[in-house]
């Protein structure tokens, strides 16, 4: 158990939906990403909040956002679903350190139809 | 720009055999270098890193990896391989506190 909590664990929903993933980091830590696996492109970085700021992006679409609340968990809104956009959803987080060893959450299955 | 190249999608080996993943990263400035396990339905879990300290890293599950600047490679190796090893391996780089960059990851297959 990394100490990454991540709900729901499996989210089936139809194209044109909008969903709301959640995480909540390990305690002390401040910083969170959001990545992306599919199978035809791999584990790929979306975003990352550091204590309620947006510190990097990634490939993320326009059509999904991300924050971070004062109580450090942070939700990936993800809109206007497309088939494509099936994937598992991990968040990560990580404590301030030069070497940033992160931490994955057991991730969201994310199934469009 | 980094970049990780993972060679092998797949390997298989015996219980019992040596296991050998290997891994080669470009990067511009020095890089923190981690190996990740992946099994079934899970998360990923990290196995070991490489942050400058030593080249020879000892991670969990028996695992290790040397760091060969010369050859830009972090290759991961186990001397004896159990089925409890069979899961997707992914190896990645970042330059500090910032994203991971992953390579395409390679499953490893343990057979009896």
């Known amino acids: 158990d990394s100490g990454v909590t991540q709900t729901p664990k499996h989210l089936i929903t139809a194209t044109g939906q909008r969903v709301t993933l959640r995480c909540s980091p390990r305690?002390?830590?401040?910083?969170v990403y959001w990545y992306q696996q599919s199978l035809d492109q791999g584990l790929q970085f979306l975003i990352q909040?550091?204590?309620?700021?947006?510190?990097a992006k990634g490939n993320i679409l326009e059509r999904f956002s991300a924050q971070q609340f004062p109580d450090l968990h942070s939700e990936l809104n993800l809109s206007s679903l497309e088939l494509g956009d099936s994937a598992l959803y991990f968040c990560a987080s990580s404590v301030p350190s030069s070497y940033n060893e992160q931490f994955f959450g057991p991730g969201t299955r994310l199934t469009v139809l | 720009a980094q970049s990780v190249t993972q060679l092998g999608s797949h390997v298989s080996v015996s219980e019992g055999a040596l296991v050998l993943l290997r891994c080669n990263y470009s990067?511009?400035?020095?890089?923190?270098l981690f190996w990740y396990v992946q099994y079934p339905n899970q998360g990923l879990q990290l196995l070991l890193k490489?942050?400058?300290?030593?080249?020879l890293v000892k991670g969990i599950n028996g695992f290790e990896a040397e760091f060969k600047k010369s050859e830009t490679s972090f290759h991961l190796t186990k001397p004896s391989a159990h089925m409890s090893d069979a899961a997707e391996y992914f190896c990645?780089?970042?330059?500090?506190?910032?994203?991971?960059?992953f390579g395409t990851g390679t499953r490893l297959q343990v057979f009896p």
């Open positions: 990645a780089v970042s330059r500090g506190t910032d994203k991971l960059i």
């Open positions: 490489y942050t400058s300290a030593a080249t």
């Open positions: 990067s511009s400035v020095p890089p923190y």
């Open positions: 909040y550091y204590n309620g700021e947006e510190r």
């Open positions: 305690s002390g830590d401040l910083s």
